[in-house]
């Protein structure tokens, strides 16, 4: 009989309850109590959702992040963060976010570092390692998890981050390396295994997508090792790989001593047939079939014809599941009682995935015959999928088929560009500006929601937008900024809020997915050839710019990132999605000048993410990905100035895609890693300005001056001081204003204090 099984589950609540519930706590006006019971109400409806299947993951669900809480399991915590007497809940929240709770002030510290589980869109808290980093088992979490469910009834697979996985997941600040440090994690790993084992554990999930990136030298032996001495803890290990395929290492993942292997079959079913060969007789062979990343059906009778071969080959040793965790999709599409019903007749969110293996496992145990309904309702999905006159748009294809070479280049190199934008602008040194969104406040989302649901007409809501952005203009000039936003008060996501007005997209009501912590997105779903019908953001962006004489700066989302925070098309190469997006950018970008915007800022803060995870594939993503930024962002004259954001996310090994973006400003995270992104600029010339975020916008807390001077010291000691902005890292909607008026009004007091400095000053 074939099994089936799950590798986490969305733990946010179909409703975001874990959001609110976090948040309340965050704010003082909830109790920890309430929290943890919050945390307990997901959990136990979360795995009565899985009910049907044979292994449901446990330890799967977290307050903020797993990277993170498999540190304190290991009693890996940053010594910052220990607080003498207070509750390790407190100190977990203080390396998440800066500080446990709004009346914990007086315990702020610098957050832990953020960066991109892989190459998704979550956010994983980067372990802290050095020289003397030590290791003492608290199964205490872990354990607590395992009990609820067991006291349920609930057929228990507890889920832990493996050790060369979490040692890679994080980076040593001493010149040490993280490889050293194994002959003192493997312990704790041991008596983690052992102390479930006794705890009456029969599988452990040990997830290693390691296995799935080049291995640097070194670390395909430390598996070797670090594999032997777990071998005989008394649990069986179930060693999950996920996010692409094993390739050079599937050699080494199929002669570790483990009792299961998972393999992402939706973006590595090629390499089952050479791994069948190489499993041991009694071993487990798990196949991600049911894609956790995309909202698609399967193809239920493609994959059949498949499984069906394997199934008799393999027996009970073959089990299902979704490719990785199902935390990057939403909970149920149940939910979604609003959306166009031919759409959703397309669609599987997280139950519907579990949905899907069901029926294939009975279709593999008992005949197709006894799902033969659910089968023909799939097949009939796709075929009209497949037929929709929504996708398919002669028009937009022609559109593309005309593009020329040229649309991709600016009339002129940036050292020609650079003297026009400064006489147009007429900046002065260390300019000043945001990143674009300003705090979306609870006005700004009543408004909204009372236009969505008929309760505001369409003038009501224009005039209360409006409202907003004169607010947060006089703000920005009252504190003396050089480049002003809008602040983006009309937009609920910097993706989503495109997509709506975008055809070939439709956006979800109740798809929300974790970012990380309690920050939730919908990501829309791209289905179609996409056009733009109409300007998006001219009409706001013309309003603030009539408010001021000071620069306002048009606010577009990049092609790329537009792709990388959807749920995208599988029916056609990602590159074609991304020149179509392009296209309909590059109109918006032209019309944002035709109405006398001089800045326009394209945000690519996903480009880094949609890089390959090996090597070999990187060029052929980056010759595409660049490709289109510049075809969105290259139909504009000389003087106008083009900017890009990025933001969490690893650049050194892409700096010269970067470059080859050609934009005149990048504005880029570099708070959280204490500028050391920067020390890469000292091996590479950047050509174009750039500016470093001087403070962490993910954190409540408010920067010093001197932290900000320090900073851009920094930064100037490898980039020209007259090439540097000053500006956060990242957008404010996510803070409230009396975390960003402060913070602002330092970060201009610490542009005044390095003009100041200058031996001379630039002509206005």
Request: overall charge negative.
């Amino acid at each position: 009989m074939a099994k089936t099984h799950n590798l986490g589950f969305p733990r946010i609540g179909a409703g975001r309850e874990l959001k609110t519930a976090l948040e309340r706590y965050w704010s003082g006006q909830g109790a920890r109590e309430d929290l943890l019971d919050c945390g307990a109400a997901l959990r136990r409806r979360h795995w009565q959702q899985q009910a049907q299947l044979d292994w449901v993951p446990v330890g799967d669900f977290s307050f903020y992040d797993q990277v993170l809480d498999m540190g304190f399991t290991l009693g890996h915590v940053p010594p910052r963060a220990r607080v003498p007497g207070a509750d390790p809940r407190d100190d977990y929240f203080r390396v998440a976010r800066g500080r446990s709770a709004e009346d914990c002030s007086c315990h702020a510290l610098q957050a832990g570092e953020m960066t991109k589980w892989f190459d998704t869109n979550y956010h994983y808290i980067v372990p802290e390692f050095a020289a003397d980093s030590s290791f003492a088992l608290d199964p205490t979490r872990l354990l607590a998890q395992w009990e609820e469910a067991r006291a349920l009834g609930v057929a228990a697979k507890p889920v832990i981050i493996g050790p060369l996985t979490y040692l890679w997941l994080g980076k040593t600040r001493d010149g040490s390396a993280r490889l050293d440090l194994l002959g003192r994690l493997l312990p704790a790993y041991a008596q983690l295994l052992r102390t479930l084992a006794a705890a009456g554990a029969e599988w452990v999930q040990i997830d290693e997508p390691l296995l799935v990136l080049d291995l640097e030298p070194g670390w395909a032996e430390a598996f070797r090792h670090a594999y032997a001495s777990l071998a005989n803890c008394g649990v069986k290990l179930l060693l999950a790989t996920y996010f692409g395929p094993l390739q050079d290492n599937l050699a080494l993942a199929c002669a570790l001593p483990v009792h299961g292997l998972h393999l992402d079959a939706v973006r590595a079913r090629h390499e089952v047939a050479a791994l069948l060969p190489l499993l041991h007789p009694d071993q487990v062979l798990s196949l991600g079939v049911i894609d956790g990343r995309n909202v698609w059906k399967a193809d239920l009778h493609a994959l059949l014809d498949w499984l069906e071969p394997l199934h008799g080959q393999l027996g009970d040793r073959l089990w299902l599941a979704p490719s990785c965790s199902l935390l990057h999709v939403p909970v149920d599409l149940a939910r979604e009682t609003d959306l166009d019903s031919e759409l959703r007749f397309w669609l599987a969110f997280a139950c519907q995935k579990l949905e899907e293996l069901r029926i294939l496992s009975v279709a593999l145990n008992r005949g197709r015959v006894a799902v033969q309904e659910a089968l023909v309702a799939n097949a009939a999905a796709h075929t009209a999928r497949r037929r929709s006159a929504r996708v398919h748009k002669p028009a937009v294809q022609a559109a593309l088929a005309a593009v020329q070479p040229a649309w991709r280049t600016r009339a002129s190199s940036f050292c020609q560009r650079a003297p026009l934008q400064a006489a147009a602008l007429k900046l002065p040194p260390y300019p000043t500006t945001t990143i674009g969104s300003f705090p979306q406040t609870s006005t700004i989302r009543q408004a909204r929601q009372a236009w969505r649901l008929g309760q505001l007409d369409q003038a009501g809501y224009e005039s209360a937008m409006r409202a907003e952005i004169a607010h947060c203009v006089r703000v920005q000039e009252a504190l003396g900024l050089d480049v002003l936003v809008h602040g983006e008060a009309e937009r609920n996501d910097m993706v989503e809020y495109f997509a709506g007005l975008l055809d070939g997209y439709v956006c979800t009501s109740q798809g929300w997915v974790q970012s990380y912590g309690s920050r939730c997105v919908k990501p829309p779903i791209l289905f179609g050839d996409i056009a733009l019908a109409q300007p998006m953001t001219v009409g706001w962006s013309r309003y603030a710019a009539s408010l001021t004489d000071k620069p306002m700066k048009g606010m577009l989302t990049g092609p790329v990132t537009m792709l990388n925070w959807s749920f995208v098309r599988d029916d056609q190469p990602r590159s074609v999605s991304g020149d179509q997006l392009a296209l309909a950018i590059r109109s918006e970008v032209q019309a944002l000048e035709a109405a006398g915007l001089q800045v326009i800022q394209i945000d690519e803060a996903a480009l880094r993410e949609g890089l390959p995870l090996r090597r070999a594939d990187w060029q052929a993503y980056l010759d595409w990905a660049v490709d289109a930024f510049r075809l969105a962002a290259n139909g504009v004259h000389d003087s106008t100035q083009i900017h890009t954001h990025m933001c969490y996310s690893e650049f050194r090994d892409i700096l010269g895609a970067i470059a080859a973006l050609d934009a005149d400003v990048i504005t880029i995270e570099a708070s959280r890693s204490d500028m050391d992104l920067l020390d890469a600029f000292e091996h590479f010339h950047y050509p174009n300005d750039i500016g470093p975020g001087v403070y962490d916008i993910h954190s409540p807390n408010v920067p010093e001056v001197g932290q900000m001077v320090a900073a851009l010291q920094q930064a100037a000691r490898r980039i020209a001081p007259e090439r540097l902005w000053v500006n956060p890292d990242c957008g404010l909607k996510t803070r409230r204003w009396d975390e960003v008026l402060p913070a602002l009004e330092r970060m201009v007091q610490a542009a005044q204090q390095l003009r100041a400095a200058l031996p001379t000053r630039r002509s206005a």
